[in-house]
């Protein structure tokens, strides 16, 4: 079971670089680069993504590892990942959040 949670929260990361760093599609129903808080953050919401794949999938690997640094890391991407989601808010990032908060409560869980 462990190498499937990791393998998620990996594939969560990829995601990210999956949605933000290609060139913006003119049909997309949204625009990835968009903020409706702060207009155009395209530059920043790639940093944003390049940064959550990053620490999401050192938490993954460390969760497939059971290294003892899994937890913070993981809910440290997690929380990277929200926040990209909501800068860049629109209602398709429901889902992502709510990806986001499960790998947060339930590595929070694993803590306790």
């Known amino acids: 079971m462990r190498w499937i949670a990791g ?3 990996i594939a969560h990361g990829l995601v990210h ?3 933000w760093l290609p060139t913006p599609d003119e049909k997309a129903p949204f625009d990835v680069g968009h903020s409706p808080f702060a207009g155009d953050v ?9 940064a959550a794949a990053v620490i999401l999938g050192l938490g993954g690997l460390g ?6 640094w899994w937890i ?5 991407g997690a929380l990277v990942s929200a926040g990209l989601l909501i800068l860049t808010f629109n209602r398709w990032w429901l ?10 409560v339930l590595s929070l869980q694993q803590a306790g």
């Open 95 to 104: 889902i992502g959040l709510g990806i986001n908060a499960a790998i947060i």
């Open 63 to 68: 969760l497939i590892g059971d290294a003892f």
């Open 72 to 76: 913070p890391v993981t809910v440290a």
């Open 17 to 19: 670089l999956a949605i």
């Open 7 to 9: 393998l998620f929260v």
């Open 42 to 50: 395209r530059r920043p919401a790639s940093v944003l993504a390049m």
